[in-house]
């Protein structure tokens, strides 16, 4: 499939072992936050969100943690499998007067190893 | 029901040239946001409309625009292409503007600038 992105930073994990994956975003004033999945050959697809009065949110086999003081989100996926090998990005939005403004992080590469 | 779909999937232009890329959303959806991908810049926000109205629009030059129809279907255009405009171009959709609803991406059109 194609390649999201060539210099992605990587994260190797054995199958069934937790992945941790982080982000750091840039705006203080950003208070609702998206984590995307793409798999390759595909376009981004949602899988947790968390609001800014939200410090942990969990879904199945996710949670995503957000540190408003250091402006750190990230993503726990628990029991990784390999169908969870994809490019994970963080988003952030930010209420501005010309609307909203959804900015999305760099993105980190999941390879799970069988 | 049938998910976002954009067309073409694939292609290939001469720098100079101009490109129309089309996005259907998911039926009900209002929104279709625009967004360019490149292993440099990853996802980067290129504009959003709601009810045929550009709501948003990101730091890009006025070589690219777009427009929404009354059936929210959306195009995007993008004139005098140069080499750097060579990237994946992800429309997505939601059914409200505010950036708070989760955003359905399609799979992208994968534009080549020679």
């Known amino acids: 499939g194609e390649s999201v992105g060539l210099h992605l930073p990587t994260l190797s994990v054995q199958e069934g072992d937790n992945s941790i994956i982080n982000c750091a975003y840039s705006?203080?004033?950003?208070?609702?936050f998206i984590w995307y999945k793409q798999e390759s050959g595909k376009g981004p697809q949602f899988i947790i969100d968390?609001?800014?009065?939200?410090d942990k949110r969990q879904g199945q086999r996710v949670t995503v943690l957000l540190n408003k003081t250091v402006k750190h989100l990230s993503l726990q996926i628990a029991a990784t499998q390999p169908g969870d090998s994809a490019v994970y990005f963080c988003?952030?939005?930010?209420?501005?007067?010309?609307?909203?403004?959804?900015?999305f992080g760099g993105g980190t590469r999941v390879l799970v190893k069988p | 029901k049938a998910g976002v779909t954009q067309t073409p999937r694939y292609l290939i232009k001469t720098r100079g040239q101009q490109v129309t890329l089309s996005c259907s959303p998911i039926?009900?959806?209002?929104?279709v946001s625009w967004y360019q991908q490149t292993p440099g810049q990853g996802l980067q926000f290129l504009f959003e409309?709601?009810?045929?109205?550009?709501?948003n629009k990101g730091n890009f030059p006025g070589r690219f625009s777009g427009r929404q129809f009354s059936n929210s279907r959306s195009e995007m255009n993008v004139s005098t292409l140069e080499l750097g405009d060579s990237a994946l171009y992800l429309c997505?959709?939601?059914?409200?503007?505010?950036?708070?609803?989760?955003?359905?991406f399609g799979e992208g059109s994968r534009l080549t600038v020679l």
């Open positions: 988003a952030e939005i930010t209420r501005e007067a010309a609307g909203n403004k959804l900015t």
């Open positions: 039926s009900g959806h209002r929104s």
């Open positions: 968390i609001r800014s009065n939200m």
């Open positions: 997505a959709s939601s059914w409200t503007s505010r950036g708070t609803g989760e955003l359905f």
């Open positions: 705006n203080s004033a950003s208070d609702y």
């Open positions: 409309y709601f009810s045929e109205t550009q709501r």
